[in-house]
């Protein structure tokens, strides 16, 4: 299957959290909520789109690391179907309401309010080639 690259801009939703593999690999994983506005005649309308966002080897150590609740990141990824249908996975709510989630693996994630790491991705945070900040 080819997946497109996918860009998302939001905030994220909980602290990231972090797992090792049964092989060794850590993955680490945190949800990102998108907001999006429209008009509608004259209505306002407002409504988020919620995505897990999931990382890989050295760069889920430095997710681990700097991704927490109420931050703003920009991540790169790839969209992961449903292995059976294709779409969306499709769930049910504690309470019995029809949910979907879009699963993401990230290639790359920008901190965007961390002014300690903002200039840098977790990609070249893990690859050690973070940029000297000027000041």
Not at 15 to 29: F, L, S
Not at 52 to 62: F, L, P, T, Y
Not at 77 to 92: F, M, Q, V, Y
Request: with cysteine; net charge neutral; proline share 4%.
């Amino acid at each position: 299957m080819n997946n497109s690259q996918l860009w998302i801009s939001g905030h994220v939703g909980k602290d990231a959290e972090m797992r090792y593999t049964p092989a060794g690999q850590a993955v680490t994983n945190f949800s990102v909520a998108e907001s999006r506005e429209y008009t509608q005649g004259d209505e306002k309308r407002k409504y988020t789109v919620w995505y897990k966002i999931s990382v890989w080897g050295k760069m889920a150590e430095v997710c681990n690391q700097y991704v927490k609740k109420g931050m703003q990141v920009f991540v790169t990824g790839t969209i992961e179907p449903d292995k059976a249908t294709g779409n969306p996975r499709l769930w049910s709510t504690s309470d019995g309401k029809p949910a979907s989630s879009f699963e993401v693996t990230a290639s790359s994630v920008k901190f965007l309010s961390r002014p300690d790491v903002m200039a840098n991705t977790a990609q070249e945070l893990a690859n050690g080639t973070e940029e000297e900040i000027p000041f």
